[in-house]
């Protein structure tokens, strides 16, 4: 089981998989941070990105210190890709629009410790880059709260400092 974490009680299972989805980061949270940092990543908020800063990406990091297997990680991409389309489409919907378009590009990458997700994480909301940073609820090898996987989404331009020096998966 899954659960989104202060999300208006929302327990509903969506699937058997045992992971929770930190919503911390939340848009409501950090507002006004946003606002200020919002125009940093391409001179432009990203409520306004569209199709004239195509291409287009979805970055799934992956915490490889956490020597997850094959199936574990598929689905941690699977919840930080999901968490970090919803967040999209409310930040940025005709930036999501745009990617559709052009194909739905994502690429998954190796990140090497839970410091560097996080440090990612941090860098992409200072940016005002839609992320979702994905925790596990610890029914499994997985201790609980661990960060497992990231998603992050926006213009490849946007990407180019915070995740240029991670290697593909």
Known sequence: ???????????????????????????????????????????????????????????????????????????????AAVGCFQRALRQCPNGVRAWERTGCAKIAVKCPSTEELELLAAKAQSLGVPFYLVEDAGRTHIAAGSRTALGLFGPTRAFEDPSNHLKLM
Do not use: F
């Not at 919503?23 to 940093?40: G, I, L, P, V, Y």
């Open 1 to 79: 089981r899954h659960r989104r974490v202060n999300n208006n009680n929302d327990d509903a299972a969506d699937d058997d998989d045992d992971e929770y989805e930190s919503d911390k980061d939340e848009d409501e949270t950090n507002n006004n941070s946003r606002k200020q940092h919002a125009m940093t990543a391409l001179g432009v908020p990203c409520k306004e990105w569209g199709m004239l800063h195509t291409p287009y990406k979805m970055v799934l990091a992956v915490n490889t210190e956490l020597s997850m297997g094959k199936g574990k990680i598929a689905a941690q991409c699977g919840h």
